[in-house]
C-alpha cells in the first residue's frame, strides 16, 4: 500500500510515488532560526548607529565628552561597539586641589581638539573625560585610585595592560599622548597648539633689556670681560640642565603627584624613570648649596681675610657640603631601590 503522506503521479504509463516529510515544531524552529538571527543583527545594527551618532553629536559640540557612570557603561562597557574610546580619569572639582589634573588636562583638550578639526577625523576613535565626583562608581569598578589616569577601551575586547598610559614615565603632553593614541588605534594626530606669544615676548623684552644696558653702558663695557660674570651665567646653565630641566621641557611630567583617595601630595618620583617638576626644583635647590659650600670652601682657603672670617667661611663651606649633599644621596636611594651607599641621612 502506498505511504500516506505519498502523492501518485502518472507520466504516460509509468507511474511513482513522492514521499512529503511531514512537518513538526523542530521543522519550523529551523526555518524561523534565520529570520531571528537576522532580527538580532538589524538590532545590533541599529543600536550601534544610534550609539555612534550620539557620539559624533557630544564630540561636535565638545572635542572631550564629558561622561558619567551611566554614559561609561552603555558607551563604553556594554555592546556593540566598533569604535575606541581613549578616557582620561580626572578630578578637576576645586576641593580635590588637584594641580596636575588641570595641566593634564589642558593637554588633553589640545589633543583632542587636534583630532577633532583634523581633516582625518573619523568616528574611529573618541575622546572623553569621567570626573571623579560625577562618576566615582566608575572609579570603584575599575579599581582606581590615582587621578589623572588614561585608558585605551578598544573596539573589540578588554583593556590590555598597554592600554594604560604610563604618566609618571611619559608625562601628560599632548605630543606623547598622540603617540601613544596612534600606538594603540593606528590613528595618527598631528598635535597643533593654539598660538602661545609668551617666549618670543619674553626673549623679545630680555633682549632689550640687554640691549639697553649696553646702550647706557656704552663708553664703559668692561663688565664684559668680567670672569665672574661669564662663571656664573655658566654655573647658572650648568645647574639648570643638571637638575632635569630639559627633560621636563621634552616630557612634560606633572608638577607633584596628589592621590585623590588620600590626599598626599607626592614631590620626589619613586622610579628612576622619570621625575617631578617639584623633584628637579628640589635637585637644583640642593645642587646650589653643595656649590655655594664649595666656593665657600674656595674663598677660605684663597681670599686674603682675617683668620676668623675664613674659619666661619669654612665651617660653613663644610656644613652646606655635608647637609647638602646627603639629601641628594638620600633621594638617589629612594630612587635607585637598593641602592647600598648612604651618608649622614638614610
Known amino acids: 500500500m502506498p505511504h500516506p503522506n505519498q502523492k501518485k503521479t502518472e507520466v504516460g504509463c509509468l507511474a511513482f510515488f513522492t514521499v512529503s516529510a511531514p512537518i513538526t515544531p523542530l521543522a519550523l524552529e529551523a526555518e524561523n532560526r534565520p529570520i531571528g538571527m537576522l532580527q538580532r543583527i538589524l538590532q545590533s545594527e541599529t543600536l550601534l548607529s544610534e550609539k555612534v551618532g550620539q557620539l559624533m553629536d557630544w564630540t561636535g559640540k565638545r572635542a572631550v565628552i564629558r561622561m558619567n557612570g551611566e554614559k561609561f557603561r552603555r558607551f563604553v562597557k556594554a555592546p556593540p561597539r566598533n569604535y575606541s574610546v581613549v578616557i582620561m580619569f580626572t578630578a578637576l572639582q576645586p576641593q580635590r ?66 592600554d594604560s598610559y604610563e604618566l609618571q614615565v611619559r608625562g601628560f603632553a599632548a605630543e606623547q599622548l598622540a603617540r601613544w593614541v596612534g600606538d594603540r588605534t593606528d590613528v ?24 639697553g644696558l649696553a646702550y647706557l653702558r656704552r663708553n664703559n663695557l668692561e663688565f664684559l670681560y668680567n670672569k665672574n660674570v661669564w662663571a656664573f651665567s655658566a654655573l647658572c646653565f650648568c645647574l639648570i640642565m643638571t637638575s632635569g630641566q630639559m627633560w621636563n621641557h621634552i616630557r612634560g611630567p606633572p608638577y607633584a603627584h596628589k592621590n585623590p583617595t588620600t590626599g598626599q601630595v607626592s614631590y620626589i618620583h619613586g622610579s628612576s624613570q622619570a621625575q617631578f617638576v617639584a623633584e628637579t626644583h628640589i635637585v637644583l635647590l640642593f645642587n646650589s648649596a653643595v656649590t655655594m659650600g664649595m666656593v665657600l670652601l674656595h674663598e677660605a682657603a684663597t681670599s686674603d681675610m682675617d683668620i676668623g672670617k675664613r674659619k666661619i667661611m669654612c665651617v660653613a663651606g663644610i656644613g652646606l657640603v655635608m647637609l647638602f649633599f646627603s639629601w641628594l644621596l638620600s633621594i638617589f636611594r629612594a630612587k635607585y631601590h637598593g641602592y647600598p651607599y648612604s651618608f649622614l641621612l638614610s
Not at 581638539?113 to 562608581?137: C, I, L, P
Not at 626673549?203 to 640687554?210: K, N, S, T, Y
Open 188 to 211: 595618527q594626530i598631528r598635535v597643533i597648539r593654539p598660538p602661545n606669544y609668551a617666549g618670543p615676548l619674553m626673549l623679545g623684552f630680555l633682549l632689550a633689556v640687554i640691549g
Open 97 to 162: 586641589q588637584c594641580g596636575v589634573c588641570k595641566q593634564a588636562d589642558e593637554e588633553y583638550q589640545i589633543l583632542a581638539n587636534s583630532w577633532r578639526y583634523s581633516s582625518a577625523f573619523t568616528n574611529k576613535v573618541f575622546f572623553a573625560t569621567v570626573d571623579f565626583d560625577e562618576g566615582s562608581d566608575v572609579f570603584q569598578m575599575l579599581n582606581m585610585n590615582s587621578a589623572p589616569s588614561f585608558i585605551h577601551f578598544p573596539a573589540k575586547g578588554k583593556p590590555k595592560k598597554s
